[in-house]
């Protein structure tokens, strides 16, 4: 019998350049990978015969590589993936980015950044990419059954410290007002060009554990933002891979209620987009599970609120009245602690005006026109003129309700008012409510406000 032929292993160049970038022999690099690895309880004993094997091309097995990209990486000062040290072995590359809830929080950086290096080159494969419902899912799984990362302070690289922390998230409050304003086509590259730029370099820096936690903290804030802004241009698949890595973020950070907050406001808000009225609940339940004793009235109320959505979509109206009267009796706790409130800042925004958007969606959608229409105008009324694509959102909810109402002149002049402030934002989810609209109108194509509804948008898009 023949012998089987031997598989030809191809030399690793990709570690080869970066040991004598880190100008690390390979005794020495052995060193490092044993010490780290014992930091993450791992009793690791490679020798300088180990890292030749490496670069002959063998690949180690289970934790390794994303050990050896660490202590790479410290040596380096600055965040190494394993695709870098050419041992990604398909882990790490096209339809797994960003996908993964990291166990640790070195794979946690290393998801992230390779997530916004990928965004910024405009890689095919996540432009391309399209949700699965178990994505969305199986994350906050994990996220329910494990606590926050025991340690994530690190002693290498550049110091980072609480004003580079407070500078990311004045950032991120400054962009998030841009973005209400104007659109994610607008300024969602800015974002990623940020994140890559100069986050994923705080990240791979040296912070003590208090000022690590509030950078975590900070960066899941900004990659749900950006997870936001890609579902408002267009790139649900792109979304959940945001919204992943800002949940798993939000563990490092060691911060319950953003977790949930990410659950319910972005997981979930992408699962009805996509009509997965199921996965709305789950997600939105997670959410109020998961953060039991850690959130605050405000956001038990955007947490339920989220769950009456599924229930609305699943046409079970009692259900969603049940959830809904729980959300308005805690928004209104909320709202009577006034200043004294412990609200952080990422729910502050929730508020009489939003939870009406809320339910006037609910309303919309178990086909109750006069609440739904009642709802659309308590939303309009509260919200500021700041809040420019929601006000657009609101105008279309209105003019929508109107329209199951067959008060067409009145759908038509609220859907006019939307089309004006959709002209300035740059929005793919103001496009797809106003597509929406139109299709609800199709039956009274033939009524004259309706023709001139048509040509206004004719004029507008020329």
Known sequence: MAARPLVARQPNERLQALIQEAGCSNAGLARRVNMCGAEHGLDLRYDKTSVARWLRGQ???GRAPAIIAEALGRKLGRTVTIDEIGMANGKNLASGVGLQ???TVVGAIEQVCEL???????????????VAAS???????DWLITGADSQVARSVGARVGTAD????????????????RYGSGHVRPVVVHYLNSVVSGLLGGSYRESVGRELFSAVARLTELA??????????GLAQRYYIQALRLSQAADDRGYGGYVLAASMSHLAASLGNPREIAQLARAAQEGTRGHATPRAEAMFLAAEARGHALLGDSRACQAVAGRA??????AENQGESGDDPVWIRHFDQAYLADELAHCHRDLGQSEPAKRRAEEALAGHPEGRVRRRAIGLL?????????REIEEACHAGTRAVELLGNLRSNRGAEYLDDFQQRLEPYRDESVVREFGARLEVQAA
């Open 59 to 61: 690949q180690p097995r």
């Open 101 to 103: 809830f990291s166990p």
């Open 116 to 130: 916004w290096r990928s965004d910024v080159g405009r890689r095919d494969f996540l432009s391309g990419s399209s």
């Open 135 to 141: 994505a969305l899912v199986e994350p906050s799984r």
């Open 165 to 180: 922390v407070q500078a990311v998230r004045a950032t991120t409050d400054a962009l998030v007002e841009l973005d209400h």
């Open 227 to 236: 997870g936001y802004m890609a579902v408002d241009t267009g790139q649900p």
């Open 328 to 333: 308005l009796t805690a928004l209104e706790r």
């Open 397 to 405: 909810l209105l003019a929508t309700a109107h329209v199951q109402q």
